[in-house]
C-alpha cells in the first residue's frame, strides 16, 4: 500500500473530518471512500460503517424469507446488484453481525465459502 501526504485548506479539511465523523470512519479511510467512489464508481463504494444502503436493504429482505426456510446472502439480491458490492467477504461479516441471532443464525457453509443461514 502507498502512503500519501496532503495539503489541504482548512475549510476542506473541517469538512473531510466532520463528514468522516459523522459516517463513523477515521479520516484515512473516509478519503480512501472517497477516492473509490470517484475513480472507480459510486457504485463501488465499500461496504462498511460509511455505506450501509445495502447492508440495510440485506436486513429488510432476510426479513422477507419465510421462518425456517435456509439461504444465502447472495440470493437476496440480482445478480446486477450482487456484483456492486466490492468485497461479499466484508459485506457478509457485516450482515451476520445484524441478523444473528434473532433474525437468522448461521447453519453451515457451501464448498465455495458462502454462509447459507436459517430465517427464525
Do not use: C
Not at 459510486?42 to 426456510?69: F, H, Y
Request: proline content about 5%; charged content about 30%.
Amino acid at each position: 500500500m502507498l502512503q500519501l501526504a496532503l495539503t489541504l485548506d482548512a475549510d476542506l479539511a473541517m469538512a473531510a473530518l466532520e463528514q468522516a465523523r459523522e459516517a463513523e470512519l477515521d479520516l484515512d479511510a473516509f478519503v480512501v471512500e472517497k477516492l473509490r467512489q470517484v475513480l472507480v464508481g459510486a457504485a463501488a463504494a465499500p461496504i462498511g460503517r460509511g455505506n450501509e444502503e445495502w447492508l440495510t436493504k440485506a436486513v429488510e429482505r432476510a426479513r422477507a424469507v419465510p421462518v425456517g426456510q435456509e439461504f444465502k446472502l447472495q440470493d437476496l439480491f440480482s445478480k446486477d446488484e450482487w456484483k456492486q458490492i466490492p468485497s461479499p467477504t466484508v459485506f457478509g461479516r457485516e450482515f451476520r453481525k445484524e441478523v444473528e441471532p434473532d433474525l437468522a443464525i448461521h447453519v453451515r457453509k457451501t464448498p465455495q465459502n458462502q454462509a447459507i443461514y436459517e430465517r427464525r
